[in-house]
T-cell receptor, first 113, second 111 residues
Framework: DTGVSQDPRHKITKRGQNVTFRCDPISEHNRLYWYRQTLGQGPEFLTYFQNEAQLEKSRLLSDRFSAERPKGSFSTLEIQRTEQGDSAMYLC???????????FGPGTRLTVL | DQQVKQNSPSLSVQEGRISILNCDYTNSMFDYFLWYKKYPAEGPTFLIS?????DKNEDGRFTVFLNKSAKHLSLHIVPSQPGDSAVYFC??????????FGTGTRLQVFP
């Protein structure tokens, strides 16, 4: 186990379609975070989990977005009815516990046509 | 409302010289600060961090300085190497551990 992994790395979809991304954190990391990065900006926080509990959601996470971490291991981020404004890099990070360093995965680049 | 600001979008430094990247923040509740490096098509890679109880932290060629009264931190890279060429993000956290990032500074180290 070498780090956080994300799948897929790239996703191209048409407006209105649903997409789902997966994140596998570093083994035994209790915290898992989702961020979104658009061109020219730094990553922006979306949501995070402590084990399977979703502790906080950003205002950026509209009702079209849902995230889960059902068994406290991997997480999924689903976007329903995608819009062109959803095009971004979606980053996942994990940390051993709260206040520990967050380690990022390679990201999933979403393009909505 | 940009709580973490990196006002220099780019920096060019000669190999072997010092690179200084700056970051300002506005939220006095922030108490933990980090620097990440990012290559194209990769996720951010953690470099170094500092808590608000310190004013300096050093790790090899990388040193982070924190000036709480000025709400300013900086990353020093000495000596700079071509492999350091990347985008550097400053990040901060406070009463929750979600990170607030700056917009990044693109560092180019030339021979």
């Amino acid at each position: 186990d070498t780090g956080v992994s994300q799948d897929p790395r790239h996703k191209i979809t048409k407006r209105g379609q649903n997409v789902t991304f997966r994140c596998d954190p570093i083994s035994e990391h209790n915290r898992l975070y989702w961020y979104r990065q658009t061109l020219g900006q730094g990553p922006e926080f979306l949501t995070y989990f402590q084990n399977e509990a979703q502790l906080e959601k950003s205002r950026l996470l509209s009702d079209r977005f849902s995230a889960e971490r059902p068994k406290g291991s991997f997480s999924t981020l689903e976007i329903q009815r995608t819009e062109q404004g959803d095009s971004a890099m979606y980053l996942c990070a994990s940390s051993l516990t709260n206040w520990d360093t967050q380690y990022f995965g390679p990201g999933t680049r979403l393009t909505v046509l | 409302d940009q709580q973490v600001k990196q006002n220099s979008p780019s920096l060019s430094v000669q190999e072997g010289r010092i690179s200084i990247l700056n970051c300002d923040y506005t939220n006095s509740m922030f108490d933990y600060f980090l620097w990440y490096k990012k290559y194209p098509a990769e996720g951010p890679t953690f470099l170094i961090s500092i808590s608000s109880i310190k004013d300096k932290n050093e790790d090899g060629r990388f040193t982070v300085f924190l000036n709480k009264s000025a709400k300013h931190l900086s990353l020093h890279i000495v000596p700079s190497q071509p492999g350091d060429s990347a985008v550097y993000f400053c990040a901060a956290s406070g009463n929750t551990d979600k990170l607030i990032f700056g917009t990044g500074t693109r560092l180019q180290v030339f021979p």
